[in-house]
Nanobody, 114 residues
Framework: VQLQASGGGLVQAGGSLRLSCAAS????????MAWYRQAPGKQRELVAT???????RYADSEKGRFTISRDNTQNKVYLQMNSLKPEDTGVYYC?????????WGQGTLVTVSS
């Protein structure tokens, strides 16, 4: 199973980006899909997660600005990021968890300029 993330880039503060992540391989059901961020010099932290039943959870700093969504038929997860701030800068990793295991994507860089 592999995860391929895309959609990162350079954006000015207040702008928007949409990240995408596609899981490929033999997976029956992905229980959890999520996005994590690793800012320069910091540990990787949870941004948002969505279960297969549609329930979502966000880090406090992202509530109201970011929206996670899934396409379960294609095993894809998206992260719509609005009102971006310089502190949102970092490498964003997608993550998938299913009964037989889990996988991380390769990361996509988001840079928010002030």
């Amino acid at each position: 199973v592999q995860l391929q993330a895309s959609g990162g880039g350079l954006v000015q503060a207040g702008g928007s980006l949409r990240l995408s992540c596609a899981a490929s391989g033999r997976i029956a059901v992905i229980d959890i899909m999520a996005w994590y961020r690793q800012a320069p010099g910091k540990q990787r932290e949870l941004v948002a997660t969505q279960n297969s039943d549609g329930s979502t959870r966000y880090a406090d700093s992202e509530k109201g600005r970011f929206t996670i969504s899934r396409d379960n038929t294609q095993n894809k997860v998206y992260l719509q990021m609005n009102s971006l701030k310089p502190e949102d800068t970092g490498v964003y990793y997608c993550y998938a968890n299913w009964r037989q295991g889990y996988q991380w994507g390769q990361g996509t860089l988001v840079t928010v300029s002030s």
